[in-house]
């Protein structure tokens, strides 16, 4: 029987606390989630009145306030939601930024319901979520399915609730309501640092590369975008229905435009079509996988071509996968380093909020470069030391960061 997420991410967790010699105690509480919320929304809607169970899983504050995304998914259940609040400690972590790890979830398909709908549910989570919300407490922001809008319904209801103004409680939000310049594009941004460095630390330089991208959302759309005006060659993209191939490459621009005016990925253009597990397969000098998670597992991971993998994703790759990665020299960027530019922006967009002082773009992207680079320095440097992996190193680093903290707190 295969692990849930939230066992995998515990068995990482685990795999670096036993390396670094924590005892057990600290151990257990490295694993486990400080305070889990359950709550059933109860929301009219266009198809009347109808219960969406309802998640916020918060993951150690050692290191700051709680931190983390909310979903609006119709799979979202609390294994789920738990394992990515671990993931974000672990990122927020691993980047050394003063947050802690947080998710929410709704379990909801939204293409089921109408625009009106879902700003009920939004304003409804915010309803029960507020007294374990705060802009010193737990600062939620956008994953799959929420969005910007999502973001400024939940806010304007936390005011309500509480009274007052307090835009730091939550990111991601639209710029006239304090969002910060650079969000939208901060985790593929933050991406392409990453490998850029990577390309130069390992081969002396960023030479062109051919690249494949599973997932043509906000990350890996963003990410086709740098990639090519960077000077590399888009040789293949996919998003849920399928994708296009073509090994002379194309600009993702043509492919993007067919997706907004819903038509299909490669047509009117002179691509071959694929299916997004044969895109996966696809020789390749980097495969960006940026959809879902479990993508790459045991059962397709030996017949992956690509020679880096880059995680804009959360939880692309099984531990198992990542063995066979490691047997065939594969290398994996991982994703609580490679998309932590989303989160970093979105420490940005709070210090904003709370100086109520705000960065031009320029000033964003700066800063955002620092951090990544930095991090990833960080990571090698653990890499070396320990002689792991690149994901191995993170979570050497994140894991050792947090016990820190802890122990400085005395949670011991």
């Given amino acids: 029987m295969k692990n849930t997420p939230f066992e995998n991410i515990q068995k990482r967790i685990d795999s670096a606390a036993q390396i670094l010699k924590l005892d057990s105690h600290i151990t257990k509480l490295l694993l486990t989630p400080e305070n889990i919320v359950e709550k059933t929304l109860e929301v009219e809607t266009s198809k009347g009145k109808k219960s969406f169970p309802a998640y916020r899983v918060q993951f150690n504050n050692a290191r700051g306030p709680y931190k983390g995304g909310i979903r609006f998914h119709h799979e979202a259940d609390l294994d789920e939601v738990s394992a990515l609040a671990a993931g974000m400690a672990i990122k927020c972590s691993v980047v050394g930024i003063p947050l802690g790890g947080a998710k929410g979830g709704v379990t909801i398909n939204p293409k089921e319901y109408t625009e009106a ?74 991406g392409v640092y990453v490998l850029h460095t990577y390309l130069e630390k390992v081969e002396g330089g960023v030479k062109p590369k051919k690249i494949v991208i599973q997932g043509l959302g906000n990350a890996g759309g963003v990410a086709a975008e740098i990639l090519h005006k960077a000077g590399h060659s888009i040789i293949g993209v996919s998003d849920s229905t399928g994708g296009v191939w073509s090994d002379a490459g194309f ?71 990542d063995k066979i990665f490691e047997s065939k020299g594969i290398v994996v960027i991982p994703d609580v380093l490679a998309n932590a530019g989303g989160v970093t922006v979105s420490y940005f967009e709070w210090v904003q909020n709370r100086q109520q002082y705000y960065w031009s773009l320029t000033e964003v992207q700066e800063k955002l470069k620092v951090i990544m680079v930095d991090s990833l320095h960080e990571v090698m440097n653990y890499q070396k030391k320990y002689m792991s992996s690149l994901r191995g190193a993170a979570y050497l680093l994140a894991v050792h960061r947090l016990y820190e903290a802890m122990r400085l707190r005395g949670r011991k």
């Fill in 117 to 190: 709908d879902l700003e009920q549910v939004s304003r409804a989570f915010a309803r029960e979520m507020a007294p374990y919300l705060g802009v010193d407490k737990d600062i939620p922001a956008p994953d799959v399915y929420t969005n910007g809008q999502t973001m400024a319904w939940m806010l304007d209801e936390y005011e309500k609730v509480i009274g007052k103004n307090e835009p730091g409680m939550i990111t991601g939000k639209p710029i006239v309501l304090g969002g910060s310049l650079g969000r939208d594009t901060a985790t593929a941004q933050g």
């Fill in 251 to 321: 600009d993702p621009a043509l492919v993007m435009k067919n997706k907004e005016e819903g038509k299909k990925l490669g047509e009117g253009l002179k691509l071959n079509s694929v299916t997004n597990e044969e895109l996966l397969l696809l020789p390749c000098d980097v495969l960006v996988v940026a959809a879902l998670d479990n993508q790459l597992r045991e059962d397709n991971a030996g017949q992956v071509k690509a020679k880096i993998v880059l995680e804009l994703a959360n939880g692309p790759t099984t531990p198992e996968a």
